[in-house]
């Protein structure tokens, strides 16, 4: 990164991360925000500052508008390895304009390669910091704020079977699901039968959807409000566009030849949608699965946190609360102390196969 060399910030980095202390969360938060303001307090190298506004008035120029709204977003070399979950631990800002708001916010995502996150999970895995790469890319945003957004999996989630595609939806901006602060509506559609031409839409199970992220008008960014009960009461997507978004999601898998995870988002004044972002599916690695864990607890207690994320598991130990629900639990429930579970293990290749096909209305 030129910001390092220019500002001198490698070494002074490197020492910082070797005198932390993993196993004690407060050094953690402390060393990274000391890396962090490192990094924003630098300097730009001035043909970095000079090709980001290029850059931008071009953008300006193409869509006709003095100072085009955009998303300044993230992108890490390891995020999209196959089999580690990088995915989210840098950060991206919505509905930037300006040159000097994009300077401001490109040099956050530049520090964002230092999250407390980000710092731990390198940490764990082994990872060099220094050979962890980052770029910044800057796009037009799409309107989906006045329409829906959300994420595909071209494999399901949780069993890891290949021939489904689960598509999740809510209203607005694709944040709030990113970052499972909502519960969305998610539609499962059938690969083969949707290549013999049918429209298999297996199940549509509506999401309570209660905030969306819209734009800010007056301060800019982004802010949440509540969603109207009229559209709560019915599916962010119709059969047209899931179906759609069923096909561009089995050419991206096609493309790659693994499972995907894809980012989508609808603008609501065009009336179109866009594949915003595609990575590996990292759930389950592409590995063919014999085998299905069922995971049950088997007493109760109030949980303490809860929330939503990819996959089915119970996880035990003193790993962050908020790793485990971001990379592991599918309705994430972190419980104080310890409770007794049990885990079912199918084979699925002793399953007696069905004599009848998948039939279709």
């Known amino acids: 990164m030129g910001l390092l060399l220019l500002n001198k910030l490698k070494e002074r980095i490197k020492k910082i991360i070797e005198s932390l202390n993993r196993d004690?969360?407060?050094?953690l938060r402390r060393k990274g925000e000391i890396i962090r303001s490192l990094i924003i307090?630098?300097?730009?190298?001035l043909d970095l500052r000079e090709n980001i506004e290029i850059a931008y008035r071009k953008l300006c120029e193409f869509?006709?508008?003095?100072?085009?709204?955009?998303?300044?977003?993230?992108?890490?070399?390891?995020?999209?390895?196959?089999?580690?979950?990088?995915?989210?631990?840098?950060d991206t800002?919505?509905?930037?304009?300006?040159?000097e708001n994009i300077y401001y916010y490109v040099k956050r995502c530049f520090a964002s390669l230092f999250t407390d996150r980000a710092i731990a999970y390198r940490e764990d895995n082994g990872f060099d910091h220094f050979k962890v790469k980052i770029s910044v890319g800057i796009q037009k945003m799409v309107r989906s704020d006045l329409a829906s957004s959300g994420v595909l999996f071209t494999i399901h989630t949780d069993s890891g079977f290949e021939d489904f595609i689960v598509i999740e939806s809510i209203y607005g901006l694709g944040e709030a699901i990113v970052r499972g602060e909502e519960i969305p509506d998610e539609f499962i559609v059938h690969k083969r039968t949707l290549k013999d031409g049918y429209k298999p839409i297996l199940m549509r199970k509506m999401g309570l959807k209660e905030h969306k992220q819209v734009y800010d008008e007056i301060h800019g960014g982004t802010k949440s409000i509540l969603v109207r009960a009229n559209e709560r009461n019915k599916f962010s997507l119709n059969d047209e566009e899931i179906l759609k978004l069923s096909k561009w999601a089995m050419l991206i898998e096609e493309h790659y030849s693994r499972p995907m995870d894809i980012e989508w988002a609808k603008d609501g004044i065009e009336n179109e949608i866009y594949i915003v972002q595609a990575r590996p599916?990292?759930?389950?690695?592409?590995?063919?699965k014999r085998t299905i864990e069922i995971y049950k607890l088997k007493e109760r207690k109030e949980p303490i946190l809860k929330g939503i994320a990819i996959g089915n598991k119970i996880a035990i130990g003193v790993k962050n609360a908020l790793d485990i629900l971001l990379d592991i639990l599918k309705e994430g429930y972190i419980y104080e102390g310890y409770l007794k579970y049990e885990v079912e293990e199918i084979n699925l290749e002793n399953l007696r196969r069905p004599k009848t096909k998948i039939m279709m209305n």
């Open 93 to 99: 800002y919505l509905n930037v304009r300006g040159i």
């Open 24 to 27: 004690d969360i407060n050094d």
């Open 41 to 45: 307090s630098g300097d730009y190298p």
């Open 63 to 90: 869509y006709n508008q003095g100072n085009v709204d955009v998303a300044v977003r993230s992108s890490a070399t390891a995020e999209d390895l196959p089999s580690y979950s990088f995915a989210g631990q840098q």
């Open 281 to 288: 599916e990292t759930i389950h690695k592409g590995v063919k």
